[in-house]
């Protein structure tokens, strides 16, 4: 079935997610109705029933698309013919600027998990630990091969770095007097920093 697009050629469910993640950042994901949503869309309810089930499943898809693109990126970057540390290096840099790419998303999320069902809740949990997997083999790499160093546990390092990348939505801002890319720059030194053996 094609997707039904609006004058410009957006299709529907881009159209929807988009307004979605406009009024969940304005006004938080409890206080925004599916009317505010399907008005803000220029559609139907019965639109945004037929792509997506529910305002629920809005909120998943929010931060799954975000996550499928970080999945797809990590595992280009793990899989390239470089060395450890650029492989690495790369895989720490793309995830701070895809965040800040879509700081709404990540910000919505982080402050509206909790209302997800336990399935759906459980189905984030999977996807991001195969994320935090990939990512923490990639270390785990470099220490078998005395690369980095292996005083640190890999998952601890995982942590560190995910950490702040899960916190850029409390303080990054476009107008301040770095960019994504020299946030993402400094993040990525730091942590290899870390790693030195």
């Given at each position: 079935?094609?997707?039904?697009?609006?004058?410009?050629?957006?299709?529907?469910?881009?159209?929807?997610?988009?307004?979605?993640?406009?009024?969940?950042?304005?006004?938080?994901?409890d206080?925004?109705?599916?009317?505010?949503?399907?008005?803000?869309?220029?559609?139907?309810?019965?639109?945004?029933?037929?792509?997506?089930?529910?305002?629920?499943?809005?909120?998943?898809?929010?931060?799954?698309?975000?996550?499928?693109?970080?999945?797809?990126?990590?595992?280009?970057?793990?899989?390239?013919?470089?060395?450890?540390?650029?492989?690495?290096?790369?895989?720490?840099?793309?995830?701070?600027?895809?965040?800040?790419?879509?700081?709404?998303?990540?910000?919505?999320?982080?402050?509206?998990?909790?209302?997800?069902?336990?399935?759906k809740?459980?189905?984030?949990?999977?996807?991001?630990?195969?994320?935090?997997?990939?990512?923490?083999?990639?270390?785990?790499?470099?220490?078998?091969?005395?690369?980095?160093?292996?005083?640190?546990?890999?998952?601890?390092?995982?942590?560190?770095?995910f950490?702040?990348?899960?916190?850029?939505?409390?303080?990054?801002?476009?107008?301040?007097?770095?960019?994504?890319?020299?946030?993402?720059?400094?993040?990525?030194?730091?942590?290899?920093?870390?790693?030195?053996?």
């Open positions: 079935m094609a997707k039904a697009t609006d004058g410009d050629g957006t299709p529907v469910p881009q159209r929807l997610l988009a307004a979605a993640t406009r009024l969940f950042a304005e006004q938080g994901y206080r925004t109705s599916v009317q505010e949503i399907v008005e803000a869309a220029g559609v139907t309810k019965g639109a945004l029933y037929h792509y997506f089930g529910s305002k629920e499943d809005l909120l998943h898809e929010v931060y799954a698309r975000v996550l499928r693109l970080q999945q797809e990126r990590l595992d280009a970057y793990a899989d390239a013919e470089e060395p450890i540390e650029r492989r690495l290096r790369d895989a720490a840099a793309d995830v701070v600027v895809t965040t800040i790419d879509n700081l709404d998303d990540a910000s919505i999320f982080f402050r509206s998990m909790h209302h997800l069902s336990p399935e809740n459980k189905q984030v949990r999977i996807e991001r630990r195969r994320y935090h997997e990939r990512f923490r083999a990639l270390i785990e790499e470099g220490q078998r091969a005395g690369v980095f160093s292996a005083a640190t546990p890999a998952d601890l390092v995982v942590d560190y770095h950490g702040s990348v899960h916190h850029l939505s409390t303080w990054y801002s476009p107008d301040g007097p770095l960019s994504q890319q020299e946030v993402a720059d400094h993040l990525a030194d730091l942590l290899l920093r870390a790693l030195r053996p």
